[in-house]
T-cell receptor, first 114, second 115 residues
Framework: KNQVEQSPQSLIILEGKNCTLQCNYTVSPFSNLRWYKQDTGRGPVSLTIMTFSENTKSNGRYTATLDADTKQSSLHITASQLSDSASYICVVRGRGSTLGRLYFGRGTQLTVWP | GAGVSQSPSNKVTEKGKDVELRCDPISGHTALYWYRQRLGQGLEFLIYFQGNSAPDKSGLPSDRFSAERTGESVSTLTIQRTQQEDSAVYLC?????????????FGEGSRLTVL
């Protein structure tokens, strides 16, 4: 069964600290993996995309990694800011005849305290 | 418009009533998705439209739920005989299928409350 599991479910950190969010998946065959940020009351917004051949990709203070062999991805946030408080969702796209097949994790709720 | 537009942003209805939610995707986006997000929960896939292909309705939870899309433009999600468990935020997303890895652009959602 194709699944996406995220951990931790929730996380509280102090402003300025770093954190790492995890995403494990069983989706196969794999096409790509995206991390989305969902602010409270808003729709999710894409932060980064990882394809099979990519190991690391950065977008400002966000760095995503992918290990396609172990089917694991992480999102590292550096020097956190209050505005980083949000839900971070891992979404895996399967490869095959159904282009619409996307698998969503339940998200990690990050709270940054001053 | 510049982004995905959803209406209404908030809808309060009585149990048993029908509701209709609307989604205007980004112009030119051939793929359109509907998701349901209950309070504190993850996104739950409902239905997917891709061009003129038959929609993927595999996520619709019951026959009270239906969705239509006119060509590659507006979509409406209809919930008949609403129940309290239908209370959730309904998110619409559109995508240029096959390009940029299929990034989804989400609307702000329609928050449905069934009393």
């Amino acid at each position: 069964k194709n699944q996406v599991e995220q951990s931790p479910q929730s996380l509280i950190i102090l402003e300025g600290k770093n954190c790492t969010l995890q995403c494990n998946y069983t989706v196969s065959p794999f096409s790509n993996l995206r991390w989305y940020k969902q602010d409270t009351g808003r729709g999710p917004v894409s932060l980064t995309i990882m394809t099979f051949s990519e190991n690391t990709k950065s977008n400002g203070r966000y760095t995503a990694t992918l290990d396609a062999d172990t089917k694991q991805s992480s999102l590292h946030i550096t020097a956190s800011q209050l505005s980083d408080s949000a839900s971070y969702i891992c979404v895996v796209r399967g490869r095959g005849s159904t282009l619409g097949r996307l698998y969503f994790g339940r998200g990690t709720q990050l709270t940054v305290w001053p | 418009g510049a982004g995905v537009s959803q209406s209404p942003s908030n809808k309060v209805t009585e149990k048993g009533k029908d509701v209709e939610l609307r989604c205007d995707p980004i112009s030119g986006h051939t793929a359109l998705y509907w998701y349901r997000q209950r309070l504190g929960q993850g996104l739950e896939f409902l239905i997917y439209f891709q061009g003129n292909s038959a929609p993927d309705k595999s996520g619709l939870p019951s026959d009270r739920f239906s969705a239509e899309r006119t060509g590659e433009s507006v979509s409406t999600l209809t919930i008949q005989r609403t129940q309290q468990e239908d209370s959730a935020v309904y998110l619409c997303a559109s995508s240029l299928a096959g390009t940029r890895g299929g990034e989804l652009f989400f609307g702000e959602g329609s928050r449905l409350t069934v009393l």
